[in-house]
């Protein structure tokens, strides 16, 4: 997969090279460039904002060196080849979710465009449309100075889920998120630590009594944590004993008489 980044701040995507993103590019499964906005501008100041149209607080960035930024990165593509997708992080955008990253992970090229201030002038993301997909993404409901950290998080999650970059691919199958649900929660050695015992259960070696009982921990967990993540579950996707486990967690399913 190819990446490019365009930022004021290069320097923020620093932990890009650590870890398994670091392992992930020097072993070419990544191919990821951050570029600086200001090698598109050609004023002494390298101007990249001025005052907003009909007036406000703040900024906002000017749409000069985005257009040349973006014909650089994503020249016209000829019809029989897939242009890249661009992703501007926003508190405005559709919400980042693992669905998401499934998505971004298949493809071939994607290009982040990090606005800062108050955003970018909304005629470079029309005119990018006009070529390229591009989704105005948010990492959730609450504002952050700029797009930077949130490609850093998505980044991390995309990764994740190339193939070759995690060595036990049947983790991305149990962990939280990939069936609608949290995952239980996990233990190691010692079996006994500060008096706080290891579920007997983990221990039984008996691999069926072993998932059902992380089946109803996640189920618990998610019902007390995420009820949002509950009412979105479909019931085709719950047994008899799933609603029970809900019903005991004070959750009680609407069609519960539907349950397998
Ligand atoms: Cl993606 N960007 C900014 N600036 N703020 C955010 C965000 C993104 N997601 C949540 N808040």
Same mark, same amino acid.
């Given at each position: 997969?190819?990446?490019?980044?365009?930022?004021?701040?290069?320097?923020?995507?620093?932990?890009?090279?650590?870890?398994?993103?670091?392992?992930?590019?020097?072993?070419?499964?990544?191919?990821?460039?951050?570029?600086?906005?200001?090698?598109?501008?050609?004023?002494?100041?390298?101007?990249?904002?001025?005052?907003?149209?009909?007036?406000?607080?703040?900024?906002?960035?000017?749409?000069?060196?985005?257009?040349?930024?973006?014909?650089?990165?994503?020249?016209?593509?000829?019809?029989?080849?897939?242009?890249?997708?661009?992703?501007?992080?926003?508190?405005?955008?559709? $919400?980042?979710?693992?669905? *998401?990253?499934?998505?971004? !992970?298949?493809? #071939?090229?994607? /290009?982040? +465009?990090?606005?800062?201030?108050?955003?970018?002038?909304?005629?470079?993301?029309?005119?990018?449309?006009?070529?390229?997909?591009?989704?105005?993404?948010?990492?959730?409901?609450?504002?952050?100075?700029?797009?930077?950290?949130?490609?850093?998080?998505?980044?991390?999650?995309?990764?994740?889920?190339?193939?070759?970059?995690?060595?036990?691919?049947?983790?991305?199958?149990?962990?939280?998120?990939?069936?609608?649900?949290?995952?239980?929660?996990?233990?190691?050695?010692?079996?006994?630590?500060?008096?706080?015992?290891?579920?007997?259960?983990?221990?039984?070696?008996?691999?069926?009594?072993?998932?059902?009982? $992380?089946?109803?921990?996640? *189920?618990?967990?998610?019902? !007390?944590?995420? #009820?949002?993540? /509950?009412? +979105?579950?479909?019931?085709?996707?719950?047994?008899?004993?799933?609603?029970?486990?809900?019903?005991?967690?004070?959750?009680?399913?609407?069609?519960?008489?539907?349950?397998?």
């Amino acid at each position: 997969m190819r990446v490019d980044i365009v930022s004021i701040f290069p320097e923020y995507f620093a932990p890009l090279d650590l870890s398994l993103i670091g392992k992930a590019r020097a072993g070419g499964l990544l191919n990821l460039t951050v570029h600086d906005l200001r090698t598109w501008t050609y004023d002494v100041h390298r101007t990249v904002d001025d005052t907003p149209y009909g007036g406000g607080p703040g900024m906002v960035m000017r749409p000069e060196p985005w257009g040349e930024a973006l014909d650089a990165l994503a020249p016209p593509t000829p019809g029989d080849r897939r242009p890249p997708r661009l992703l501007v992080p926003t508190p405005t955008g559709v $919400r980042f979710s693992q669905a *998401l990253a499934h998505e971004l !992970a298949a493809e #071939p090229h994607l /290009i982040f +465009a990090c606005g800062r201030y108050e955003g970018i002038d909304q005629r470079v993301l029309d005119h990018a449309a006009t070529r390229m997909p591009v989704t105005e993404v948010s990492l959730g409901d609450y504002v952050l100075f700029g797009g930077e950290v949130a490609v850093l998080v998505i980044m991390e999650a995309v990764t994740r889920l190339l193939p070759g970059v995690l060595g036990n691919a049947g983790s991305l199958d149990e962990e939280s998120h990939a069936h609608g649900l949290l995952e239980a929660p996990v233990y190691t050695k010692p079996p006994v630590w500060r008096g706080h015992e290891v579920p007997a259960v983990l221990r039984s070696g008996d691999h069926g009594r072993i998932a059902r009982w $992380r089946r109803d921990e996640s *189920l618990r967990r998610t019902a !007390a944590r995420r #009820p949002d993540m /509950i009412a +979105a579950l479909s019931p085709d996707s719950l047994d008899k004993r799933d609603v029970a486990a809900l019903g005991e967690a004070g959750f009680p399913v609407p069609s519960a008489d539907m349950a397998k």
